[in-house]
């Protein structure tokens, strides 16, 4: 069967997107995969607003297979929203942006730390039903990150309850420029990573707090 939307016959079910409650009545977009866990398909639930953000192309199959399900919903704007998402893989990774709360953190994009009590964003990637957290990047470097830009409606949407101070705080670091986009670098021999010269390897017999000193 294909992905639905219908209203929610009981408030029991919770949005798989945003962890709350789905109302009773409300108009819900159900998600239907191959059960992760065993035989048979499940069906994920999602606020319609939390689809078009996170799970566009399933939402926007939904409603090329039932246009226009119910006049209330306000479908220009849901299905704009997905298309944005549906155009760049890593937007429906946005969550929320957030204060950190510690300086351990290190951005996925840059690489470098995120100090404590900046403005980050956190990140997650829907796997087995639920939206599973895998970092954070600094604000300054969501624009190289997404590869899109226009980015503070939508970090505002999916925070909510930001001050005008926190809006205009995310605005000036969306504008900041990013620290060039890293990728990881898995087993690097540390003599490399610690040398000082470019391109001249410090030896291996010196431990690396001296080169540090020096
Ligand atoms: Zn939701
Ligand atoms: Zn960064």
């Known amino acids: 069967m294909g992905h639905v939307i219908e209203r929610a016959p009981s408030a029991r079910a919770t949005c798989r997107g945003c962890g709350t409650k789905l109302g009773k009545g409300e108009l819900r977009f159900g998600e239907r995969a191959p059960n992760p866990f065993g035989e048979g398909e499940v069906c994920y639930w999602f606020h319609l607003e939390c689809a078009a953000y996170l799970r566009p192309e399933p939402l926007l199959e939904a409603l090329a297979a039932a246009p226009e399900p119910d006049p209330s919903a306000p479908w220009t704007e849901l299905r704009a929203t997905a298309e944005v998402g549906a155009l760049h893989r890593r937007l429906p990774r946005l969550m929320r942006a957030e204060r950190a709360t510690s300086g351990r953190a290190s951005c996925r994009c840059c690489r ?103």
């Open 112 to 214: 470098e730390p995120i100090a404590k009590g900046s403005w980050r964003l956190s990140l997650a990637l829907f796997e087995d039903g639920r939206m599973q957290p895998i970092g954070f990047i600094h604000v300054a470097c969501a624009e190289p990150y997404f590869e899109a830009g226009d980015l503070l409606s939508r970090i505002v949407a999916r925070t909510g309850e930001l001050t005008a101070e926190d809006q205009a705080e995310l605005e000036r670091e969306l504008a900041r420029p990013a620290a060039a986009p890293k990728p990881v670098v898995k087993a690097a021999p540390p003599e490399v990573k610690l040398s000082k010269t470019e391109g001249e390897p410090a030896p291996a017999h010196r431990p690396a707090r001296k080169l540090d000193a020096g």
